[in-house]
C-alpha cells in the first residue's frame, strides 16, 4: 500500500505540476506549449485516477497520498515556472531623484530604457518603462537598486507584445573591443 501510494503522490505531483505550468502557458497565449502539457497533464492524470478509484474503498490512507500529491503538485508547478520564467515583464520605476541614472545604467548593460516625466504627491517624478524577458527581472531590479537602493518598482504582465527586439548588445570594451566592426 505504501508504494501505491507514494507512486500516487509522485504521478499527482507531475499531472499537477504540468497543469500549473499548462495553465501559465495558456494564459500567456502559447497555444503550442499548453497543448503539448494538456496531452501530459491528462495521461498522468488519467493513470492516477484508473490506479486510485477502486482502491480508495478499501485504502482510504490513498485520498490522502492524493491530496498531498495535488498540493504539492501546486508548488512545484510554480517553481517550475518561476525557474523557467516564460515571457516577458514590464517593469516601471518611479524615481524622485535619479531616474536619469538609473536609466543610464540600465542602458549601460544593455536595456532598452523609456523616460517619462510626471508629478507626484511629493513633486516631481521620473518614471522608467522597460519591457524585458521575465529571466532578466532580477538583474534590472539588481541594476535599479544599485543606483537607488529602495527605488519604488511596479511589475506587470505585458498581454501582447508588438515589435519586440531584444535589448541593445553591449558594446564591447577591453580586449573585445579589438575586434568591433567599424
Known sequence: MLITGLAVFAARVLDVSLGTVRTIATVQGRMLTAFVLGLFEVTAWLVVITAIVNQ????PLLAVFYAFGFSTGNVVGIFIERRIA????????????KGPEI???????????????????????TELYIVIPRKRTAQVLKV??????????VTESPGMIRRWTPDIPI???????????K
Open 56 to 59: 480508495v474503498v478499501e485504502e
Open 144 to 153: 535599479a537598486e544599485g543606483v537607488e537602493p529602495g527605488v519604488f518598482f
Open 86 to 97: 516564460m515571457g516577458h515583464v514590464a517593469v516601471k520605476f518611479l524615481s524622485h531623484t
Open 103 to 125: 536609466a543610464a545604467a540600465l542602458r549601460e548593460e544593455g536595456f532598452r530604457v523609456t523616460i517619462f516625466e510626471g508629478e507626484g504627491a511629493r513633486g516631481k517624478v
Open 171 to 181: 558594446r564591447p570594451t577591453g580586449w573585445r573591443a579589438v575586434f568591433k566592426r
